[in-house]
């Protein structure tokens, strides 16, 4: 599990103001998952490969990327052109392929990535941390994005303490197996790892009280919407509702 | 247990966010700033422990674990439940803004209802009632989750149900497998810290 | 400025500290010692009032203290290093841990910067700001909670192993830190060398007891 993985790079992607970044990937996920034509489809996905092309993202990852969380489409091209009803073009068997299906897939595949893609090339390409950061300034409550600010900050704590002890397991020569020795160590090893991070927050807890926490964070960074982020934001805006407007 | 972005029907995921809101705010409510480190590093730890590969026979399959966090953490489980998704949308694109109330929903409506059927019976200090409980609640957690997912998939339209059928049947065996995890979880947690059972995550 | 009385401490009745007695005057440069285990992080955690004792008596800058709300009173005053900085170090940036606790003090965002900036440059870290706390390496990690300590202006510190993982060049900045500023200070460490340059008194702990020398 890499974290991520696009967001360093000198595009001017990157650079843009994560808010207006947020509030457009919002609105293109919404406005394309909502249309049923497979035209606004293709159309909206020429915005998200147009961005992740200006962002020079790593091609080769980008693919890898996009094969692993396409598991969930693939799997629908396996019922869905046999089960939407529709004019029958080819039998495999006792299999029917519908035309109709076989579009209502493509409309699938195509919604889906372009929305991927857009999430990519607008929410991946900044730290994690600047994207909460961003929600925090677009009215989600506080108290949400301290969850967030908290959970991504240990995650990276609490993962190398997972690498520690599944190397402790290995050197232990323990091979994983379909049994109950397997099942009872795995138990045992997420035991091990939420006791760990209660023990931590306990910790932490302790941390804020010496230094004086009264229930209040500060945020000292704060962003600077600069033209080209009101630019590309409406635009980010815009694009989508023509598509959908015009072309649903 | 994650659907894709952009398959779902309108209607399915608005009342997914609807709902997916309610059950958050009703979490952040009963969540006092000070247990916030302590949900936070549970939903972290949960998140790590989520991508262990558990092996099936020649298969393998990654926890899912919603039944033990509904057990400590109530309703809290809905916030926790919704960063840890929120995370992996912007990280892996795993999941996405727009299905993130219908599969936040999905994991958390199970582990809330798995929290007041189970809970109770498995803080007892009998060891059969126990076990027997945690085994239930990993098990049902994974089952109403995957009957969830897939009612959702029929909702959006009758050409999902051929789908709907084979992802609960494939979830069969993590059901097992995430019984017997919570079974040996809640062992282990009651042995080494038992307070963490007792709903410390949150106000009940 | 601390005064322990007859303290006990147990976890789950497991005794680590029995009858504990344990005194710092003004300008003391105390040294803790003892094996792995004996409880050393637990006393400094008692006086932080982060633990609460069984029995005995804290007694901190001459006032009795045994609720949470004295003991809130005095930990901006008593600067605590943690044995894992990872425990201390949660802000996303550098730049807004070691602003956390003056901004919690109540000074303004710019005040705090500047405090940061002076706070860093001590510690030979100017440039951290922007840095991301948990890409830090174990040593930077350190140096930076020390930071955040250092921030708050404590009148005493009390530092928990704070040299584990620091290389010689490092050791050396916080002895000539340390042998340059009047603070009142208790310093838990293994490190014997540290320890004689950075300490007049030494204190031992074993066996749930306490021995000066
Ligand atoms: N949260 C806890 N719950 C139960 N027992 C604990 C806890 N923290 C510490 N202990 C026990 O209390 C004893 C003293 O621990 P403490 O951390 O004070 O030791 P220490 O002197 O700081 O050791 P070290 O040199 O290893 O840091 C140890 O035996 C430890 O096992
Ligand atoms: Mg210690």
Known sequence: MKLEEFATGSSFIHHLDPRGKVVAAACFSGLVSLTQSLYAALAALALPVMLVALARLDFKRLMTRLAVVNGFILFTWFFIPFTFPGEVIYSIGPLDIHREGVLYACLLTVKSNAIILALIALLGTSPVLDVVHAL???????????????????????????????????????????NLHTYRTYAYLVGMLLVRSFHRSQRILEALKCRGFSGRFYILHHYQMKRRDYLFTSCGLVLPCLLVVFLA | ????????????????????????AAGLKKLDYDRIPQVALLAAASFVASFIHVPIGPASVHLVLNGILGVMLGWVAFPAILISLFLQAIMFQFGGLTVLGVTTCNLALPAVLGYYAFGPGIRSSKPRVSAICSFSCGFVAVLLSSLAVAGCLVLTGDSFWAGAKM????????????????????RFLKKVKPEMLEVVYGRR | MIRLKNICFNYNSRQVLDNVHFRVDPGDRIGLVGPNGSGKTTLCRIIMGLLTPDAGEVEIFGQIRRKENDFAAIRGRIGFLFQDPDDQLFCPTVLEDVAFGPLN???????????????????????FEERFTHKLSGGEKRLVSLATVLSMEPEMLILDEPTTGLDEQTIETLVHLLNGTNLTYIIVSHDKDFLERTTNKTFSIRGGGIAGS
């Open chain 1, 136 to 178: 925090s300034h677009l009215g989600v409550p506080d108290k949400l994005v301290h969850l967030f600010f908290f959970c991504f900050r240990y995650l990276h704590t609490i993962r190398e303490e997972y690498h520690k002890l599944s190397e402790a397991l290995k050197v232990r020569s323990f091979r994983p197996g379909t």
């Open chain 2, 1 to 24: 247990m994650h659907i894709s972005e952009g398959v779902l029907a309108a209607p399915v995921l608005l009342a997914g966010a609807a709902l997916g809101l309610a059950g958050t």
């Open chain 2, 167 to 186: 992802i609960v049947m494939a979830h069969i065996p993590v059901m097992f497998i995430e019984g017997f995890i919570t079974l040996g979880c809640v």
């Open chain 3, 105 to 127: 003090q109540g000074k303004s965002p710019d005040e705090a910067k500047r405090i940061v900036q002076a706070t860093l440059a001590r510690l030979n870290l100017t440039g």
